[in-house]
């Protein structure tokens, strides 16, 4: 009974370990000193997960609905349209 337990523990240890290895692996972008925040489903989050902003139709929208930024083709701008950040696979990254 005790060997099925730690043989248990054991393999959620490795498991573990190997989806953390795989996911630093894939997403070499968690490693920099770029990531300022996340987005999805039209969120944008900071980097504490905690939501910030709001996205949809090419803008980014405080929590009152004011237009704030503007995003394109990989690229947030500020309301001069000057490039201020850009996106990434779920990324909002530092230029």
């Known amino acids: ?21 795989s996911c630093n692996s ?12 996340y987005y999805t489903n039209g969120y944008v989050m900071n980097k504490e997960r905690k939501v910030i902003y709001y996205y949809a139709n090419g803008y980014v929208m405080n ?5 704030i930024y503007y995003y394109k ?11 201020i950040y850009y996106y990434k696979n779920g990324y909002v990254l530092n230029l």
């Open 1 to 21: 009974m005790i060997m099925n337990k730690i043989k248990s523990i054991s393999i959620c240890l490795l498991a573990c370990s190997i989806f953390f290895i």
């Open 26 to 37: 894939l997403h070499p972008i968690l490693k920099s000193d770029k990531v300022v925040g």
């Open 63 to 67: 929590k009152n609905q004011e237009v």
């Open 73 to 83: 083709n990989g690229y947030v701008m500020n309301k001069n349209q000057e490039v």
